[in-house]
């Protein structure tokens, strides 16, 4: 009898701290790629207010869904929403983080940044009108690379996602015959290639398969070490994947308030522009008066304080003029 | 039978109650059928159903969608499966019942057992990390240079060897599916009439003879359910085949190709499909899968049925 009392007396206390849990946590859920920031940002502003943040990296689309369906007080996307689908749903969008793609590859003996490619090449490989790394185009742009007569291996997500959203968003802006077969969207009908789930299923199969090519966030570039590539930027400029390339991308990136913040930032004009950078955006619920607030405060303090471990994790920051913009956006919503 | 219920009152709602239990599975499986269909029904109505079966497109952009290249994936990949597991199955049933020494039969009994256990997501991960690269750097090469050099038989094994492909899935697979055929099997091979296979003896017969002509035709009924039921474990596997199929909607003749199946294409692409017809295209992928493995389970019931009521009679 006793250990049952006991039993009994645990359980209240856990659910008790469970209810006293509820009235103070953030709710969201969405796109996976940010989720490591927003979970670090989650932990740190816990300890700071005591504000717990539960956040379920269940994909940009789901993310989409559960705020339609109003079950989150936040849904994350990578993709942004137009403003017209918005207005339809009654949501509010902007921009949390910054995030670059890059295209890396796998050639036994050349070094990371060491092959440059314009637009144009890359969109041929992709859509398998290039299929050996000695091809005259890749010459041409690259020729002091020793380049053999090998077959590239192309590697795609085969999951859907925001990572391929924002590359086939690219590859539709610089190159029609891509708009044309393939389009742009979370899962397209990839015309060759291989596909691995999830960014580390692309950087496995580059590692393992040899002159393979594929794209990955920036972060998990360099945390496997691949090797990246050098592409041509809007400006004309051959760039690598940088903090400070996906700054200037950011920068030069025309954010609208009005329209909600709807921008891809592909093919930014910036002079040392990444060319496929893309930012993620965290949607509300227009009529969600009471939460909005507390999901506004989050971010505004992550704006402040979560810099130094966003880079850490290697995300790009916010520029402070478009911090700055997403505040006066959230006063003119009435939630700041 | 009435008599006892009669006097007993807890036998009745001891029957009562294991009914409800069985029927509570008859109102899942019907459940279960009920929302695949329903939130299949736009892709149903968009596509039909032979030209969903047979198209081979796969384009979420366009929203145009086809279970061609999925059934084909899981048809060859079970299909090689089956191919390599079937014999190393029986070998294994055999050397147990027959031919091990008495010491050996538990231990390798109990291997099997912890072969079935593994999750199937370690069989993927052990498949990436370990079984990819030797598939790559020396089996495949090897296979090309030998079996790829045969007409007709060549076409199977065209292509850049990279170890991600169908040829490796059927592999992890068949290893997957080995311990379902393998113990069933060797269960069926025990109810062999001890005095039966003596008498063969007596008449001269070697071990071989006995097992060829005694106890594989005494027990085919119950190893051809063994293998129908990994043939359905088989079709549902999805994690381990997720991460060495390279997830591919094509149809190729060659099996060093990538390739997707139904499973993986559900399990990749269910959390980001946004738009109504597409997620009901997953289902109606589901649907599909749901409708071939239960007609497949059904067919290893009847065999395991038919070969009970022959060992009871």
């Known amino acids: ?336 | 039978m009435p008599v006892l219920f009669k006097k007993n009152p807890i036998d009745v709602a001891f029957s009562i109650i294991t009914g409800l239990a069985s029927l509570s599975v008859l109102v899942f499986i019907i459940g279960i059928l009920y929302v695949l269909f329903t939130e299949s029904s736009p892709a149903i109505e968009k596509f039909g159903v032979m030209k969903f079966l047979t198209s081979t497109d796969w384009d979420p952009v366009r929203e145009s969608f086809g279970a061609a290249t999925s059934l084909y994936g899981t048809a060859v990949a079970t299909a090689i499966a089956l191919f390599i597991a079937i014999p190393v199955a029986i070998g294994i049933a055999v050397f147990i019942t027959e031919i091990s020494p008495d010491f050996l039969k538990s231990p390798i009994g109990i291997a099997i057992e912890l072969l079935a256990a593994i999750p199937s997501i370690i069989y993927g991960m052990w498949g990436l990390f370990v079984l990819v690269p030797i598939m790559a750097d020396y089996i495949e090469p090897a296979l090309q240079s030998t079996l790829g050099k045969i007409p007709l038989i060549g076409i199977l094994f065209e292509g850049t060897p990279m170890g991600i492909d169908l040829l490796t899935a059927g592999i992890i697979l068949s290893i997957m599916i080995i311990p379902f055929t393998a113990s069933i099997s060797r269960d069926a091979f025990n109810l062999t009439p001890e005095i039966v296979k003596e008498s063969a003896y007596a008449l001269g017969a070697t071990k071989w003879e006995v097992v060829k002509n005694v106890v594989i035709p005494y027990s085919k009924l119950g190893v051809f359910g063994g293998i129908v039921l990994s043939l359905g474990r088989a079709l549902g596997e999805t994690m381990a085949v997720a991460f060495v199929l390279g997830n591919n909607h094509q149809i190729t003749t060659s099996l060093l190709d990538a390739a997707a199946t139904i499973t993986v294409t559900l399990a990749n692409e269910f959390t980001e499909a946004d738009s109504d017809i597409y997620l009901a295209s997953l289902f109606y992928l589901a649907l599909i899968l749901f409708v071939m493995s239960f007609i497949t389970l059904a067919i290893a019931k009847f065999f395991l049925l038919r070969a009970e009521r022959r060992f009871t009679r």
């Open chain 1, 1 to 336: 009898m006793k250990t049952i009392l006991t039993l009994v007396a645990a359980i209240t206390l856990i659910f008790s701290f469970g209810i006293a849990g509820a009235a103070e946590t953030l709710n969201g859920a969405g796109a996976s790629f940010p989720y490591p920031v927003y979970s670090a940002w989650g932990y740190n502003y816990n300890k700071a207010t005591g504000i717990r943040l539960n956040y379920q990296s269940i994909g940009s689309g789901g993310g989409v869904r559960q705020i339609i369906n109003r079950t989150v007080d936040f849904g994350a996307s990578d993709a942004p929403l137009k403003p017209e689908k918005l207005e339809k749903e009654n949501l509010m969008q902007f921009p949390a983080v910054i995030g670059g793609v890059v295209p890396v590859f796998n050639l036994p003996g050349i070094e990371p940044g060491a092959i440059k490619l314009t637009s144009n090449a890359l969109c041929k490989v992709l859509l398998g009108d290039i299929t050996y790394w000695d091809n005259k185009d890749i010459k041409k742009l690259n020729p002091d690379v020793p380049l053999k007569h090998k077959k590239i291996t192309v590697v795609r997500r085969s999951d859907g996602s925001g990572t391929t959203a924002i590359f086939t968003t690219y590859l539709s802006q610089v190159c029609p015959e891509w708009k044309e077969k393939v389009g742009a969207g979370k899962a397209v009908k990839w015309p060759v290639g291989i596909g691995g789930k999830g960014n580390e299923g692309v950087a496995n199969y580059v590692q393992k398969v040899k002159n393979s090519i594929g794209y990955v966030e920036f972060a998990y570039a360099k945390q496997n070490k691949l090797s990246y590539l050098r592409l041509e930027n809007a400006a004309g400029n051959f760039v690598k994947p940088s903090f400070e390339s996906f700054q200037d991308a950011a920068a030069s990136g025309d954010f609208d308030p009005s329209k909600h913040f709807y921008l891809w930032l592909t093919n930014a004009p910036g002079k040392n522009a990444w060319p496929i950078s893309g930012a993620t955006f965290i949607l509300l619920a227009k009529e969600k008066k009471e939460s909005n607030p507390k999901v506004v405060k989050f971010f505004d303090w992550a704006f402040k304080n979560g810099d130094d471990t966003a880079k850490r994790l290697v995300y790009v920051p916010l520029p402070e003029p478009l911090k700055n913009k997403v505040r006066k956006y959230w006063k003119s919503q009435g939630i700041y």
